[in-house]
């Protein structure tokens, strides 16, 4: 139990375009999913905590306007980028609580290369 | 007083042997304590975990010490094998049951186990 998907796993975009990521908990509810951005060789950089049907909380530093979060249910949480550019290129992983526990389950990430 | 130091960067072992990686934080308000194993192009899965109350957890050839005068930690991989080469990440966090919470990560440690 406690499975994380990700879709997509790899996508790749022109300069200028949005792409949206979705994070699904395929066997229970989270309330919050977390949203990582990861370069390569580096450590996890939390980006915003997405809760259940309300505004997400972004880390200081990462712009709001540029990264959307929605958190529209219980087993779902997206992340589009807007007009993304060439430094938006990254693995982008989100984690998902379980309801009633503190413990996170991570997707298995999702590689975004903007032309 | 949030960050999570952990070492070393990177770790090469033969197999059979033992395989070590140290971690120290400052927040004393931490309460838990997961390591991460991370292969190239996935997701992090959580590996084990330790809560200060204990000096030692054991989950088959992974153990976690845990020093809390000291605020260090360690996992020790026994008996490594090749299929352990991945990323390995420590992290802490705040620990409230029914409350999601920000994971702080270390810096990680590439093991490269050799036959």
């Known amino acids: ?115 | 007083q949030q960050q999570v130091k952990q070492s070393p960067q990177s770790l090469i072992v033969q197999k059979g042997g033992i395989s070590i990686i140290n971690c120290a934080y400052e927040n004393t308000a931490f309460d838990y304590f997961p390591w991460y194993q991370q292969f190239p192009g996935k997701g992090p899965a959580l590996l084990i975990a330790i809560r200060p109350d204990v000096s030692e957890k054991k989950e088959g050839r992974f153990t976690i010490s845990f020093n809390k005068s000291a605020k260090q930690f360690s996992l020790h991989i026994m008996d490594s094998q090749p299929g352990d080469s991945a990323t390995y990440f420590c992290a802490a966090t705040v620990f409230f049951s029914g409350t999601a919470s920000k994971l702080t990560f270390g810096t990680g440690t590439r093991l490269q186990v050799t036959l």
Not at chain 1, 66 to 95: G, Q
């Open chain 1, 1 to 115: 139990g406690a499975v994380v998907s990700q879709h997509p796993s790899r996508v790749i975009c022109k300069s200028g375009t949005s792409v949206k990521i979705e994070c699904r908990s395929l066997d229970f509810q989270a309330t919050t999913m977390f949203w990582y951005r990861q370069f390569p060789k580096k450590s996890l950089m939390l980006m915003a905590t997405s809760n259940e049907g309300s505004k997400a909380t972004y880390e200081q530093g990462v712009e709001k306007d540029k990264f959307l979060i929605n958190h529209a249910s219980l087993t779902l949480s997206t992340l589009t980028v807007t007009s993304a550019h060439p430094e938006d290129s990254s693995f982008y992983i989100c984690s998902a609580n379980r309801l009633s526990y503190n413990e996170q389950f991570f997707g298995p990430g999702t590689r975004l290369t903007v032309l």
